[in-house]
């Protein structure tokens, strides 16, 4: 193992401080952590909770609601991330529809799903568009793209989410917050520095193995030095500015509205939509979609799990009626869910 | 959903690039970043680039913890 | 002869004489091969291995091979892993009509080529022919056997605590080359299937010993879905050394990109090993004389700990769990 690794592990190793909540808020991160058995290494009076910050587990059932309905009553066809194709819905998902004859095709980005429907004068696309500050701006340039090319058979069905609502909302969830690098790489360090003002610590972080335990160690030492701390452990690629290029055609295309998280309820203004100016392009308004609000399983414990409040092993449905195979909610559907990570590779 | 691919840029095409991660090619969208050079290294997500990056994450977390120094 | 394949082409009558002539009998003739309604083969005394595979890879002509090829190595790889020579083999052959003569004469001398390299003769074949759209291009079964080795006795519950476990090559180019053939997603790799025929390697490693537990060909599913099979038969754990793991550079790119694991990308060409630790370093050592298995490593062992269970030590020195393969990562592989 190379000496920054080792030098991170053992900063962390010897941790003597008092019992400290550590909260993860982005669902690479909580699939990286599992993946490299970092909990392993944590000293007991470390504790690493995962929050809603995996943008498939926080969309709600409706989504899919509407997103079945769609493919299934106006043949529309469906561009989606894979993660959002086994996702429950009320009734069906993405791939169950499949079955049903619903047009389901997985893209690796929305600018794809512009390109294919440029291809396809003759079918009807949308792109079901999720993410938060990281993948949003990806939306606008699909958007932007299609207009550019006087494309009329592309919408967005949009649940973008922001992260400034949830990290309120989290306020005493946590010591310390290890914030998602590639938000911060697109919104830059403004809002993460005026929380520290007001108290709550955090820590930028990156998303390789020198990274994530580099941010760990970081916040245990300045957790002990007992005051509210900033700080970007992941500058090769997160400027204080962020980029602004990218704020701008977010801002351009999308406004902040109230929206709802799965398990959480609404948080006010945490959510985006098209601006009026591109209603063509929004699948709501160009399909009138009625209203979907989706119903779950009242067993599923997943709003517990995205704010930290439970473990994966809490919720009576893990393992039994919600398995990777088999999944009710959709902490574990996603491959950046914490339940499925918790259930792949949890010894 | 931030997963992020680091990626060198090989050739530059007009708002796009080609970018190779350890052997894989593909185009991706540049519109996000200005100045790129044949060369640089880049933060990949969803099939755009969104930020240059700097140096490599080793020397990167060693800056870092150099700090609590 | 036509440039494509017609519905008379299956029929029974001239037309088919003169496809089996031109096209089979041309690439696969040897003593045996049957003119009449079975082979007559006659072999020595001992255990015999049998087996059949079925092959529906799309895209049919790929970067390192053709669904032709991919049909004789299957099988060959198949009764190898027994500890088995592969003797003789039957193909059938489903065609769609319209399918171009050329190509089906380029898939016959793939066969004829890969056959020789494998030492294994086609003995028996059968021809249909399926009206447009009732199959995709051409479906291959190939059914074959090999007598086994004296003293070699191979399986997959046969794994043992203390056995290490070896690969012998890098893993996923098969799986690999067949997402970058269909192109959809826009990425361009030096990637090329790893399917070739292994009687040789085996040979070579029951040359060093015979006491070998397991051996498996990797195909669809990978080395993870073998190492996890193995684990549940023989009701052992397996801990991998992922930093041994051989993975092509083209292969970790793609994977980096897709977000997928190259241990569930599918090999057409690559074995895995179970075997005593204090023989494992002579069957490295054989495999990588030979061709096709230059890249072969020793990448963990055999544990009577968690039993049915495969975990990783991770680059910081932690233990989790290999995660599960969870179903069909890409469809119509083999």
């Known amino acids: 193992m190379s000496d920054v690794k080792e030098k991170a592990i053992e900063i962390i190793k010897n941790y003597d401080g008092p019992h400290i909540r550590m909260m993860e808020v982005c669902g690479t991160h909580t699939h990286e952590i599992f993946r490299l058995g970092v909990r392993k290494i944590l000293p007991p009076q470390v504790e690493l909770i995962s929050g809603p910050g995996c943008p498939v587990c926080v969309t709600g059932p409706g989504f899919i609601d509407e997103a079945v ?106 010591d310390v917050f290890l914030y998602p690098g590639h938000v911060n790489a697109i919104a830059g360090n403004a809002l993460c520095k005026k929380l520290a003002e007001n108290g709550v610590s955090g820590v930028v972080t990156g998303f390789t193995a020198a990274e994530i335990l580099s941010a760990i160690a970081i916040a245990l030492t300045k957790f002990k030095e007992g005051k509210a701390f900033f700080v970007n452990a992941y500058p090769r690629v997160v400027k204080d500015e962020g980029n602004v290029q990218a704020q701008e055609i977010t801002d351009k295309f999308m406004e902040a509205c109230d929206t709802e998280w799965r398990g959480l309820g609404i948080i006010p203004l945490s959510g985006l939509k098209l601006r009026d100016e591109y209603a063509d392009y929004d699948a709501r308004r160009k399909f009138g979609i009625p209203v979907m609000k989706g119903r779950t399983n009242p067993a599923c414990r997943c709003g517990d799990v995205l704010q930290g409040r439970c473990r994966p092993v809490d919720c009576p449905l893990f393992g039994k009626a919600c398995t990777p195979i088999h999944p009710v909610g959709a902490c574990m559907v996603s491959g950046e869910g914490a339940c499925s990570a918790y259930y792949q590779y949890n010894i | 959903m931030c997963v992020g691919l680091p990626a060198r840029v090989m050739k530059i095409n007009d708002g796009h690039a080609v970018i190779d991660a350890s052997g894989a090619q593909k185009e991706i969208s540049t519109e996000l970043l200005s100045d790129l050079e044949p060369g640089d290294y880049v933060m990949v997500h969803a099939g755009i680039a969104i930020a240059k990056i700097g140096s490599d994450d080793m020397t990167e977390a060693d800056e870092v913890l150099g700090t609590l120094m | 002869m036509n440039d494509r394949i017609t519905l008379a082409h299956g029929a029974g009558g001239t037309q088919t004489a003169e496809l089996i002539d031109r096209v089979f009998k041309a690439h696969f003739s040897n003593p045996q091969f049957t003119a009449d309604d079975a082979a007559v083969l006659e072999t020595e005394a001992g ?137 959809e997603f826009g990425i361009e790799a030096d990637v090329t299937s790893d399917c070739a025929p292994l009687w040789a390697n085996v040979e070579a490693m029951m040359d060093t010993t015979n006491d070998i537990h397991v051996i498996r060909d990797a195909t669809r599913g990978g080395v993870g879905t073998v190492l996890y099979e193995i684990a549940e038969q023989s009701k052992v754990g397996i801990r991998l050394n992922t930093g041994s793991i051989p993975v092509q550079d083209g292969v970790r790119g793609v994977c980096g990109m897709l977000g997928l694991e190259p241990l569930y990308l599918a090999c057409e060409g690559r074995l895995v090993i179970f075997a005593p630790a204090d023989k494992a370093d002579a069957i490295v050592a054989a495999l990588r004389a030979c061709p096709n298995s230059e890249n072969a490593a020793v990448i963990g062992e055999v544990t009577d700990e968690m039993p049915g269970h495969v975990i990783l030590r991770t680059e910081i020195g932690a233990e989790t769990m290999l995660s599960r393969p969870t179903g069909e990562l890409l469809p119509r592989i083999c």
């Open chain 1, 69 to 174: 309905w769609l493919a299934l009553n106006k043949g529309v066809t469906i561009c989606t991330f894979g993660d959002l194709v086994r996702v429950p819905g009320t009734e069906d998902s993405l791939a169950t529809a499949r079955g049903k004859g619903a047009r389901v095709k997985v893209v690796y980005s929305p600018t794809d799903a512009a390109d294919y429907a440029a291809e396809h004068p003759e079918e009807e696309i949308v792109f079901l568009s999720v993410g938060f500050e990281t993948t949003t701006p990806s939306s606008c340039l699909a958007v932007k793209s299609a207009i550019d090319r006087g494309l009329k058979n592309f919408s967005l069905l949009v649940s973008n989410k922001t992260m400034p609502g949830a990290y309120n909302m989290l306020n005493g969830s946590a």
């Open chain 3, 47 to 183: 255990k015999l291995a049998f087996s059949t595979d079925g092959f529906i890879v799309s895209p049919a002509f790929f970067p390192g091979g053709n669904i032709g090829k991919l049909s004789i190595c299957g099988t060959v790889n198949d009764l190898s892993c027994m500890g088995a020579r592969p003797l003789y083999l039957s193909c059938a052959f489903v065609i769609e009509e319209g399918f171009e003569m050329a190509k089906l004469e380029e898939i016959a001398a793939a066969m004829e080529k890969t056959a020789a390299q494998a030492g294994v003769r086609i003995v028996a074949g059968d021809t249909k022919v399926a009206g447009k759209g009732q199959v995709d291009g051409l479906f291959i079964t190939t059914t074959g056997i090999g007598r086994i080795r004296e003293g070699v006795s191979t399986s997959g519950a046969y794994a043992k605590p203390g056995d290490k476990v070896i690969v012998s090559g890098d893993i996923g180019r098969h799986g690999c080359t067949i997402l970058l053939a269909r192109n």
